[in-house]
């Protein structure tokens, strides 16, 4: 009963943390419009995977290096901040959607596919390069669990958050697939893409002043 309530008491927590918006949700959103279904979920599978890559580091220990230390913290940063910058311009020079009435129906879209990898890849560095992740999982682990808790089983708690945010991601997608919200994107045309992003190159200059403390 002890690791339930564990459990029980991370979700809580982390329940909260992951519907708030940000460079996750942003790149979720803007994959499931303009690639399609099948490349959102993949995109969320990737971030599902860098939450445990996070959650194993500060099982490890390593996380607490990390946070002590300013330059690996700052190198991580900037590392993202320069991703997500990238991420924004090249959304904002992009063409306009362009997705007609059966695409739509059938969840498909006129763009180039991108690669099962790539979109695996793009989830997964949008989230490992972002630090907050360390500070956050050690205190959320130092908080509520127990010393005495085997790696194993906070491990597990691990996999839950991991299968909880993939399930989140999973929900925003099928939301955003759906063709009468695509409908409503294209109608956007080239502003969607501006807007987009811009979200990405404002969520970068956040993280850029963002401080390990």
């Not at 979720?28 to 303009?34: E, P």
Request: charged residues 10%.
């Amino acid at each position: 009963m002890t690791y339930l309530s564990e459990f029980a008491a991370l979700m809580a927590v982390f329940a909260v943390v992951i519907v708030a918006p940000g460079a996750d949700f942003a790149l979720v959103v803007r994959q499931s419009v303009v690639h399609g279904r099948r490349a959102a979920l993949v995109t969320s599978l990737g971030i599902g995977a860098s939450l445990l890559f996070h959650i194993s580091y500060t099982l490890l220990g390593i996380g607490l290096i990390v946070s002590q230390s300013l330059a690996l913290f700052a190198l991580i940063k900037w590392l993202g901040v320069a991703y997500l910058v990238y991420l924004g311009v090249k959304s904002f020079f992009e063409k306009p959607l362009e997705i007609d009435e059966g695409e739509l129906a059938a969840g498909a879209h006129s763009r180039r596919p991108l690669s099962l990898p790539a979109c695996f890849g793009m989830g997964f560095l949008t989230n490992a390069l972002n630090p907050k992740p360390v500070l956050f999982f050690l205190s959320l682990f130092t908080a509520l669990v127990s010393h005495e808790t085997p790696a194993a089983v906070s491990f597990l708690y691990g996999i839950g958050m991991a299968t909880a945010l993939v399930a989140w991601f999973a929900g925003v997608t099928l939301f955003f697939t759906n063709p009468v919200v695509r409908a409503r994107f294209k109608a956007c045309g080239r502003w969607f893409n501006r807007v987009t992003g811009a979200t990405f190159v404002l969520l970068g200059l956040r993280l850029a002043v963002q401080k390990a403390g």
